[in-house]
């Protein structure tokens, strides 16, 4: 498949998205809900302003500033998220649900594990948030074959249910993948067909190097990233020039600047050409 093309993103073009997303939303845009709106990414943005309060400034927008006073206010967005989709929020939660942005979180709590502790420290008496003490008290953090619940209790870890996806007609595998793991195995299976070499499979970003023949017949060296869902990769906050190619389950994500791989439809294209 060939490298998809993306015209020029002006100055201007960013300044007009992030206004009128503002206007939208009736507030300053998070990263992830306009490089999502936009199909822009952050080297695009990097390019013209430098960072991203710059970006915001040049719309006329609020720079998102996170002091420590405003932990609080971080903190009950969320709680209003987590009671919103019924559990301790995932990182895909937060563009439909909450009004910061992720990295917004991350940065003021270290990471996006630690919030379930840093509310449950602040909040856990407070009659207001006892439906999302409840939610933190039955999640626990997963370690060792037990739960460590955030007040520091342990319990055994049951043994979590295994789910499968929409049955393939490949020996390889007899399911469809539901998570990333099923994503990395079934490119290794495939990898040969599709055409890449696979160097090396680390546990930071980008997920994999590789070496891919392309229509011009040249080989190239590749960087990848696995997502069970393209839209994932800006989710997950990745910088795009650090990356190549992303190989995922399903492409949902429009104007993607990335060349992806769509594997539920190369094994169409499999199934099709061995019939």
Same mark, same amino acid.
């Given at each position: 498949m060939a490298r998809r093309i993306c015209s020029p993103v002006t100055r201007k073009q960013i300044i007009d998205g992030l206004a009128s997303l503002g206007a939208e939303l009736g507030r300053t845009p998070s990263k992830v809900e306009y490089y999502a709106k936009s199909g822009s990414n952050e080297r695009r943005l990097k390019k013209h302003f430098g960072t991203w309060n710059e970006a915001l400034r040049a719309a006329d927008l609020r720079p998102n500033v996170v002091k420590p006073e405003n932990a609080g206010e971080l903190l009950d967005d969320w709680g209003k998220v987590a009671r919103a989709v019924g559990r301790c929020p995932k990182l895909s939660d937060y563009p439909t649900h909450g009004t910061f942005g992720v990295s917004t979180l991350?940065? @003021?709590?270290?990471?996006?594990?630690?919030?379930?502790? &840093?509310?449950?420290?602040r909040s856990a008496e407070d009659e207001r948030w006892k439906d999302v003490i409840k939610i933190i008290r039955g999640s626990g953090e997963r370690r060792g074959g037990q739960v460590i619940?955030?007040?520091?209790?342990?319990?055994?870890l049951a043994t979590p249910g295994i789910t499968y996806g929409e049955p393939l007609d490949f020996g390889f595998l007899r399911?469809?993948?539901?998570?990333?793991?099923?994503v990395v195995y079934l490119f290794g299976c495939l990898a040969a067909r599709l055409g890449y070499?696979?160097? @090396?499979?680390?546990?930071?970003?980008?997920?994999?190097? &590789?070496?891919?023949?392309d229509p011009d017949g040249r080989i190239r060296r590749v960087r990848i990233e696995f997502e069970f869902e393209s839209r994932n990769f800006l989710l997950h906050g990745h910088d795009a020039a650090g990356c190549d190619v992303i190989v995922c389950w399903r492409d949902n994500w429009e104007g993607c600047p990335l060349h992806v791989v769509d594997l539920s439809v190369e094994l169409q294209k499999l199934k099709q050409a061995a019939a």
């Open positions: 991350r940065r @003021a709590f270290k990471s996006w594990r630690g919030l379930p502790r &840093a509310f449950y420290a619940a955030p007040d520091g209790a342990i319990s055994p399911n469809a993948p539901v998570n990333e793991a099923g070499i696979v160097e @090396a499979i680390q546990t930071f970003f980008p997920d994999c190097e &590789a070496k891919r023949r």
